[in-house]
Nanobody
Framework: QVQLVESGGGLVQAGGSLRLSCAAS????????MGWFRQTPGKEREFVAA????????YYADSVRGRFTLSRDNAKNTVSLQMNSLKPEDTAIYYC???????????????WGQGTQVTVSS
């Protein structure tokens, strides 16, 4: 079992930055690929970014590539999503998730955090 807790969400103006963090507890953190997804009301959960267990591979959604950077610190059991040049369309609840392999679909992830709200005002 892996427990995930997100933090760092909030309200920011367009063009601003936020840094989301996800703290993990439970089994060996480096065994898990970590992903970030986001969801808005009435829409399906959308892939944002993912990183492999040792951090050697990262995937990004086209909509965030070049603006968001995903990193992890296995010594601290944390993964961080640095979000720059934020746009109103980035507004969503952001979820951290863990999987036994890196992937882009929510069905590949079996541990989830509770989510953190990100709101970008225009």
């Amino acid at each position: 079992q892996v427990q995930l807790v997100e933090s760092g969400g909030g309200l920011v103006q367009a063009g601003g930055s936020l840094r989301l963090s996800c703290a993990a507890s439970g089994r060996t953190f480096s065994n898990y690929a970590m992903g970030w997804f986001r969801q808005t009301p009435g829409k399906e959960r959308e892939f944002v970014a993912a990183i492999s267990g040792r951090g050697g591979s990262t995937y990004y959604a086209d909509s965030v590539r070049g603006r968001f950077t995903l990193s992890r610190d296995n010594a601290k059991n944390t993964v961080s999503l640095q979000m720059n040049s934020l746009k109103p369309e980035d507004t969503a609840i952001y979820y951290c998730a863990a999987s036994n392999h890196i992937g882009r679909t929510s069905g590949e992830y079996f541990y989830w955090g509770q989510g953190t709200q990100v709101t970008v005002s225009s």
